[in-house]
DNA sequence: CATGAATGAGAGTTCATTCAT
DNA sequence: GATGAATGAACTCTCATTCAT
């Protein structure tokens, strides 16, 4: 693919974005694309030839950039309890910025393809996600600065909770004050007080 | 509508539930319904119009018995701790039961229709087991069965944890050791042992 | 029939005249009809096999009283001019009433069954018309009221004017005012003056 | 919109034009134009979104050539006399011609859409006709080939009854002698003889 | 006679997908 | 590569008409 093409198909993804952040996923036909693009209905498919293959470009270039607070932990010289206050912030905000809505979309998508590689990838994330935070917890109580029996069920306890905020917020809907008072209470049940 | 009339309504939104379970509720057309029942084409738009409203009547069936462990809490001379873990214990069936796959359809069509009634309803249903559980906990820590600064933050986010479970179950799954071992870590922030 | 057979084709006639005058001919449905009389739609059919029939039924009732001022001629001691201007006058009525609007349907009717019996009628009542009309000026020609070389073609020219009136009423529309001025104008032709 | 796709535009008006010829305006579905064109389903959807568009593209097409008699009035040094007479004839022969029974749809669409764009075209077509005669009349007049004192109202009855005759002959139908011998009459009222 | 549930044909409309240019 | 006209399958929805009760 040239490079022209490939600018041509960041186009189409950028705008594919955009529409599935507005309709979901499965509401969104090729057609819809092609008019919010401005591009001929065959131009579309020399690049992509289903709402799927293109949604999946969408996570693609979304999932490139996604540096979480969680990364930095070596980097800085924070402790622990202020790294893991600064992951929830920054989760927070997603969870509030409407720009995460492309969320819906996501789910959507996973309903529907339940047992796709993207599925693989989300189990992953889920996993490192896991992860991470139990090593920072695990490091938060060797340093004795937080108190937890099994670092590794407060990790997912956090994830599962903030699935749950996601998920809520793009349905009931949640305040920012909800928010805030669950980071305190999670911090609380890991022995820490947010000041 | 006469008697009968109401019988073939029923069997109409029992089918529905089937096909809506199987397929999401974005996915299906009327037609799917239609070859479902086995039934004629103008036949089920004398009782439905759309699908929306064919999945409201299915909500609505589905809402009718909603016996959670929680309303039995004085019924019974258990004592809270042992309630809450029944309760915790439902909510772990009802995530692994392929039934409650119903979920899916619920969120895609809360993602479809977020200012409807049923926002509403699940607004509804969200707070009152919020403050069912934070009841449940006050007492507990009353009764100096559990140790809770914030009952009402502990509830919430038990709710959160099990909406957070149940959409995890409905996308990348989750094991029932798993839920049981986030079972008993949430007993533990409260203070209690699963024995 | 039984008399409250009877009664009850009656009112679905009625009904039914009311629904024409609504929507025209070709637009209404069997189930307009049965909506608009409040029976059953198996009960409409025992009267009426279709909208047609419903409508010739209409016009039936609706021809049964035409009591034109023309009939009058006799019994009235009214000199010609003044029996025509009378006759004019009520037919500027009629085509001002709303209540003509079931001439809308009528023509509709008419085009959709040229053949029909309903056009023998039509064309009968045409040349009644133009008959009635004929020998009126006949005779006011003869008592030296009016002036005409062809009283035939001058009533066929009435009515044909009062045709054209009554459809351009009914599509693009036509003032009272412009009705007393042909009127005036077709007296004048006919050597007569509007007092 | 491309020269092949402008083609095939007019293609199909064409061929809804028979088809509106055959089966007036109400009675033609998107269907009938379809299967007559020969072309897809959504070919025709293309270019017209409902047989309204399309009858209106019809009417459109129609009104392009409207060379009556009476635009050559200045052009030839006919006597006003023999324009009128020649304009009466041409539209007798509309009237008679087979062709002109796109009158049926155009009726069936003015009935439909009593406040449409095009009741206002008609209506300027209405009144530039009259002023037209108008015009002629009077100048047949002021030359002294014609008596008439109110000009206005002759040329308003003359257009009344042309449009009378036409509802007419799609009706109960109009013989050219009838036609004939109006002409004959109405040519007489302004003082004329025709030979 | 009367009812109204049920049927199924058919109209309208939208899109994914192809293909000649 | 790119275009956009064209196709046809699929869906929604409405009625005329029938028929068991």
């Not at 993804?13 to 090729?30: D, I, K, L």
């Not at 579309?44 to 996604?66: D, G, W």
């Not at 911090?187 to 947010?194: E, F, I, K, P, S």
């Amino acid at each position: 693919m040239g490079d022209k093409s490939l600018q041509k198909r960041n186009k189409i993804v950028e705008t594919a974005r955009e529409v599935f952040f507005r309709r979901g996923y499965r509401a969104v036909t090729m057609k819809d694309i092609v008019e919010a693009c401005g591009i001929s209905r065959g131009g579309l498919y020399l690049y992509f030839s289903n709402t799927k293959e293109l949604f999946e470009a969408v996570l693609e270039q979304e999932h490139q950039p996604l540096p979480s607070a969680l990364d930095l932990s070596a980097a800085k010289n924070a402790n622990p309890g202020e790294i893991l206050l600064m992951y929830l912030d920054e989760q927070k905000k997603e969870i509030l910025k409407k720009k995460d809505n492309l969320a819906v979309a996501v789910y959507e998508y996973m309903f529907e393809n339940k047992l796709s590689e993207y599925e693989n990838l989300a189990k992953k994330g889920f996993e490192e996600q896991v992860r991470a935070l139990e090593q920072l917890i695990a490091a938060g109580v060797a340093q004795e600065w937080m108190i937890c029996e099994s670092p590794l069920e407060a990790a997912r306890n956090i994830v599962f909770t903030l699935e749950g905020m996601k998920v809520t917020a793009q349905t009931i809907g949640v305040s920012a004050k909800a928010l805030d008072s669950q980071i305190e209470y999670i911090m609380g049940t890991l022995g820490m007080v947010v000041k």
